[in-house]
């Protein structure tokens, strides 16, 4: 099941699909924070995935581009387009990293419980051209293996999980391009947009799933919000000013400020690519 729009990849399973393993560190009543935790053979496979020729062909392009998609005209003419692909020369860098997002079946349960707060999405891997120009390479395991699912532009992913030690958890909440991490029982906000979800000293976990089911519980798929189409993107205005008074009503800390929204950026693109149907996304994310 997936929040308010579909998974990275249509038909990907979780990136730890295959696997039973939680992350090791629990909450205050021993419930494990995150659920389907990577082995570290499916990282590595993930990582071959991301790094391969296929995969760093479509990076030269993504650079020449400046993260523009295949088929959509760029600022360079063919030419001096393939000749800035040849000298992005990109390469990855560090490790590929699980990428753990809200789980649904958090936000749908009465309360905290012993249910993980979070669930693994996909892996990703940092990407730098020539130039010094990042970009995020995601991995799902599609039909069984590892595959490219998306390009977007910049590092969130790696940069956000590079925050966890080991006594915590890092998290986003896509929807609101949210980043936390979980320490000690308390959801910790990493980025403006989280601190406006959950204020600048972060909160409980029992009340942040309180402020998650207000704002989520109703908009799996099937509801209504589902059936008015508004699961696959942004929502009217004024479905997003109750969503607002909603999160008001249940968190005390500042009001939301960034639109319900499936996914970190907006216009995401199916293309032809190395999975077949490989998204590349410009990132448009509040305050940047």
């Known amino acids: 099941m997936a929040l308010l729009?579909?998974?990275p990849a249509a038909g990907a399973a979780p990136a730890g699909?295959?696997?039973t393993a939680t992350a090791g560190r629990t909450g205050p009543s021993g419930s494990p924070v995150?659920?389907?935790?990577?082995?570290?053979a499916q990282l590595s496979d993930a990582h071959r995935a991301a790094g391969s020729a296929a995969t760093l062909r479509v990076l030269e392009t993504f650079f020449a581009r400046d993260g523009l998609p295949p088929g959509r005209k760029?600022?360079?003419g063919p030419a001096q387009e393939s000749t800035a692909a040849e000298a992005a020369d990109p390469r990855l860098v560090g490790e590929t990293v699980p990428v753990y997002s809200l789980n649904p079946e958090f936000v749908t349960a009465a309360s905290a419980g012993r249910t993980p707060v979070a669930t693994m999405e996909f892996a990703a891997s940092k990407a730098v051209d020539a130039d010094g120009d990042t970009a995020s390479v995601w991995t799902a395991r599609v039909a069984g293996k590892w595959q490219v699912v998306n390009i977007a532009t910049g590092s969130d992913e790696t940069d956000y999980a590079a925050r966890a030690d080991a006594g915590s958890v890092v998290f986003r909440e896509p929807q609101l391009n949210a980043w936390y991490r979980v320490a000690?029982?308390?959801v910790v906000p990493l980025n403006e947009e989280a601190r406006a979800s959950v204020g600048a000293g972060?909160?409980?976990l029992a009340r942040y799933q309180r402020l998650v089911h207000q704002r989520y519980a109703d908009k799996m798929p099937g509801s209504a919000y589902d059936e008015r189409g508004y699961a696959g993107g942004y929502d009217t205005g004024a479905e997003r000013a109750r969503v607002a008074a909603?999160?008001?009503?249940?968190?005390?800390g500042p009001p939301d400020t960034v639109p319900v929204a499936a996914g970190v950026g907006a216009g995401a693109l199916a293309v032809a690519g190395v999975a077949g149907g490989l998204l590349v996304r410009r990132r448009r994310l509040a305050g940047r």
Not at 35 to 40: G, R
Not at 246 to 252: E, F, G, N, P
């Open 74 to 76: 760029g600022r360079l």
């Open 202 to 204: 972060g909160t409980g």
């Open 5 to 7: 729009g579909p998974s």
């Open 34 to 40: 995150v659920a389907d935790a990577p082995t570290a």
């Open 246 to 252: 909603d999160a008001r009503t249940a968190d005390s």
């Open 17 to 19: 699909a295959g696997t």
């Open 184 to 186: 000690d029982g308390r």
